[in-house]
């Protein structure tokens, strides 16, 4: 009873900050940080699944999260009609090659037995596969570039819904989760942390390299909204009466408006993302899984296939931080390769589960609240701070210039910060793993 009492009283006081600052600073500003904290809490759930169930230690939750944010631009883009015509039928040569490379690699593995010539054979095929693709996209690829650079240079998208994007964004995550899976899975777990990171750091290279396809650091825009547009709204005759009668400002109100929108959207994803994780969490299969993490060789002898356990769960959680990265960029509304950082997209996400408590599905989520929070507060907070330790120096004071502008960089000592006062007084998190279930 104490224990769910402290529990509700945590979301409680979360949600009392953001009310604090929507009262103090803006409400703009606060159902901003509302629905990146929504978000950051559905990627802290892919993460939960993958260490907090099964103790995988997996640090490319950036490569996950970027190509979920790929779908949402290949889905909702229109096509780039000239960059076609132009490509001819280079684009789709290329495709064919690399299906049939991939198709023709998995029907060796598949027929012959595991030796050294099949692993051979698959990866001559690869090698040729790759020349071939490279010796007719190559050009290819010159020719799409070139076409009006400024505004595209690239092949566009398919031109369907953005909303479309958030479940194929998960598959396509889930997908090259698997591949990475059947390559990794079987190293030891510090092995497995370099391979993910590894990786995660050649998709984003891919995304930033490949303008063709992503626009590279030129960055694909205007992304088409799951929700109005601010302009829409302040021309629509019942978005001006409904903002007369509640005596605000049709332009304020109007983006406060799209962002209630977002966080109806983000609310429902995050609750049925909760909600399917929570399931399965309680379920057999859940206990296999926190049994498997415990003690594999255990249930190794039990008859249990730990890698295939651990493949399942890996492809899972990097399915939810898909849909989270495919999120993001529909939030953002715009594609932008260079933003995908470690820091920002492995590093925190990470802090969030262990905050919040491994293994326990609200204590991800109240991580992603706590962390995400905080790293956009920080700032004005370290402001806040430094000013009134330097209100009694002089105006001219060069120790007190250089306070002042630190303040800026208080994010990362406040992270640091809350990440040892758990680790100290809450090593378990703020809502620890139930293991009473």
């Known amino acids: 009873?104490?224990?769910?009492?402290?529990?509700?009283?945590?979301?409680?006081?979360?949600?009392?900050?953001?009310?604090?600052?929507?009262?103090?600073?803006?409400?703009?500003?606060?159902?901003?940080?509302?629905n990146l904290c929504l978000i950051s809490a559905v990627m802290s759930l892919g993460v939960n699944m993958q260490w907090g169930y099964a103790g995988l230690f997996n640090v490319g939750v950036m490569g996950f999260a970027a190509l979920g944010g790929l779908t949402a631009m290949l889905v909702s883009m229109p096509p780039v009609q000239e960059a076609w015509t132009a490509a001819g039928g280079g684009a789709w040569v290329g495709l064919g090659i690399l299906v049939l490379m991939i198709a023709t690699?998995?029907?060796?593995?598949?027929?012959l037995p595991k030796s050294g010539l099949r692993t051979a054979l698959i990866m001559l095929v690869v090698i040729a596969g790759y020349v071939l693709l490279r010796m007719y996209f190559d050009p290819t690829t010159k020719v799409i570039e070139k076409v009006n650079p400024a505004a595209?240079?690239?092949?566009?998208?398919?031109?369907?819904?953005?909303?479309i994007a958030w479940p194929l964004g998960g598959l396509l995550a889930g997908g090259v989760a698997w591949i990475v899976g059947k390559i990794t899975l079987g190293l030891r777990s510090d092995y497995l942390a370099i391979a993910t990171l590894g990786i995660s750091e050649i998709i984003v290279a891919v995304l930033k390299h490949e303008d063709w396809l992503t626009r590279g650091v030129k960055n694909v825009t205007g992304l088409p909204r799951p929700v109005p547009y601010e302009v829409n709204?302040?021309?629509?005759?019942?978005?001006?009466?409904?903002?007369?009668?509640?005596?605000?400002d049709p332009v304020t109100f109007s983006s406060i408006f799209v962002k209630l929108c977002y966080a109806g959207l983000f609310t429902v994803v995050?609750?049925?993302?909760?909600?399917?994780?929570?399931?399965?969490?309680?379920?057999?299969?859940?206990?296999m899984m926190r049994a498997i993490r415990d003690n594999e060789v255990s249930a190794n002898a039990m008859g249990k296939d730990v890698t295939a356990r651990h493949l399942q769960v890996f492809v899972l959680g990097s399915i939810v931080v898909g849909i989270a990265g495919a999120m993001l960029t529909t939030l953002d509304g715009q594609l932008t390769p260079s933003s995908y950082q470690p820091l920002r997209f492995t590093f925190l996400i990470w802090v969030m589960v262990i905050v919040g408590g491994s293994g326990n599905n609200w204590g991800a989520v109240l991580g992603g609240f706590v962390i995400w929070f905080f790293w956009i507060e920080a700032e004005p907070l370290g402001l806040w701070l430094m000013?009134?330790?330097?209100?009694?120096?002089?105006?001219?004071?060069?120790?007190?210039?250089?306070?002042?502008?630190?303040?800026?960089?208080?994010?990362l000592?406040?992270?640091?910060?809350?990440?040892l006062l758990a680790l100290r007084f809450r090593p378990r998190g703020l809502l620890p793993e139930r293991t009473h279930q």
């Open 1 to 34: 009873m104490i224990t769910s009492i402290r529990n509700v009283l945590y979301f409680a006081v979360m949600a009392g900050l953001i009310v604090l600052v929507g009262q103090m600073q803006s409400w703009n500003l606060a159902l901003s940080i509302l």
């Open 105 to 111: 690699s998995a029907w060796l593995y598949r027929k």
């Open 152 to 163: 595209s240079g690239y092949l566009g998208g398919l031109g369907l819904p953005i909303l």
């Open 233 to 248: 709204l302040q021309n629509a005759v019942w978005f001006n009466d409904l903002s007369e009668k509640l005596g605000a």
């Open 270 to 287: 995050l609750l049925m993302v909760l909600w399917l994780s929570e399931k399965a969490l309680r379920s057999p299969w859940g206990r």
């Open 387 to 411: 000013d009134t330790i330097t209100s009694g120096m002089p105006a001219d004071s060069g120790l007190r210039a250089h306070l002042l502008e630190s303040a800026a960089h208080m994010r």
């Open 413 to 419: 000592a406040t992270m640091g910060i809350i990440l």
